[in-house]
């Protein structure tokens, strides 16, 4: 199967990149290598500019590039206080060993991320309201790509239960299985009260930035937005700060009550987002343990890996009706 997740990732050399840099993009700099999951990343800077240059996966269709520009604009003419990658000049196409790879040069936002921050400045109940903005502005929003099959996207089990089959502990993978059934047997019985839209869906702590007074200011990589429930957003980002935590309810509670105070959740939708949070953590553990087989040298495709096998198996002896119960009493 030709996936960005199962083709190799581009591997342009440092010398190469400055080449293309020169004679595309009429730019020249310094340029460092950073890490990345499927794409190739670069950041430039010289004494006036920075940037950052994406080689797209080979696998990566082009029309999935111009939605994520599209959304951007989008985004940024409702909220133009979220900080977002956009363009810094026309997208570049190169065919090199018969496969075809996009260039991307993008803006530079200044800031750390969100897992380099002081934990207090970057309480739970802020990230909510960061990402009920990021709702908020991407209402409306609608591409004909967003409406896919994806391996991240939380609601399709299918494809879950699928990757799961290259976990190689059965006792593991009885463990994604015990909360794949959960979900098939939860959320039907919500479902209409489940509303869809385009996400950016991958909400994490290496994705989310912080400015200089730390205020959450910005996010970046828009590669896995999919249209899925809305309460898709929110579960995602508790899916990844309930990781290293005794005991994380407190942290997702709050994270989800500052979301629904800015992008209000209908009562099914707050019922919901356990079941997501799950399935979310059984997409991560089952799409490392297929990567890393493919990539072994990739260390960044199991970087929650060993967090995410011990929330599973913690949150696999609690009751996920009463966490449900618990989060929309304490978010509504």
Known sequence: MFSVF?????????????DILDKKFSTRGNVTELYSDRDQNFYVHNDVDKFIIK???????????????????????????????KLAGKIFELKKDGKTYFFRLMNYIEGQFLFQADPQISSSSRLGNFLGRLSRSFEGF???????????????????????EHISSKRDRKIVDHFLDQFEKS?????????????????????????????????????????????????VAMAYIALNKEDPFPAIASMLKGYHSVFPLHRDELFSTIHLMCSRLCISVSMSAWRKRLFPNNKYLTISETSAWSL????????????????????S
């Open 142 to 164: 609608d591409h004909p790509d967003a409406h896919r099959k994806f391996e991240w996207d939380c609601r399709q089990t299918d494809l879950i239960r699928n990757i799961s």
């Open 55 to 85: 080689v797209s996966n080979p696998a990566e269709k082009r029309s999935q590039l111009d939605m994520q520009e599209l959304a951007s604009e989008h985004i940024s003419s409702n909220d133009p206080t979220i900080k977002i990658p």
């Open 6 to 18: 199962s083709e190799s990732p581009p591997t342009f050399s440092i010398p190469e990149i400055s």
């Open 187 to 235: 959320i039907p019985v919500l479902i209409n009260g489940l509303r869809m839209s385009v996400i950016h869906n991958d909400c994490n702590d290496h994705n989310i930035l912080i400015n200089q007074e730390g205020d959450i200011s910005g996010i970046i990589d828009f590669g896995d937005m999919v249209y899925t429930f809305q309460s898709v957003e929110p579960a």
């Open 312 to 331: 599973l198996k913690m949150m696999k002896k609690e009751n996920l009706e009463e966490w449900s119960d618990r989060l929309v009493k304490y978010a």
